[in-house]
């Protein structure tokens, strides 16, 4: 069974200004509450090759994953996919126009390997939890200016 969740928030800010800050991987551990560290690996601006190192708590446990960005299209869509890491994932941000500021929507898919792998039933629902606690996170920090 894999994993393949999607979960998306309305945030009342415009759709290039939640894609800058949400793709910068700077601001990664003020918005992904799981995060205890994330660093670029590479030198300059997010593009496709890009890695990013991040230390996670999941289930419980220290997580540390590299993800390289496969896929760019600035202000509207970026996709990770793991190159280092318990278990491969993708991870897409997507940014749309909205009536009032910018839908942000998060997927991530993989297939749970080792220790997850056993929790895998639990696991679908503990990444959506994950997933709307950062951007329930994130919509908090943009619309507070």
Known sequence: MAVDVTVETTIDRPREEVAAFATDPANDTRWILALRSARALTNGAIAPGAQVERVASFL????????????????????????????PMEVTYQF???????????RNRGDAGGFYKLAQPLLSAAVRRGVSRDLAQLKRLLEAG
């Open 60 to 87: 419980g446990r220290r997580v540390e994953y590299v993800n390289e960005v496969s896929e760019l299209d600035p202000g509207r869509r970026l996709v990770m996919h793991s190159v280092r890491g318990p278990f």
């Open 96 to 106: 749309e126009d909205a009536r009032r500021g910018t839908v942000m929507r998060i």
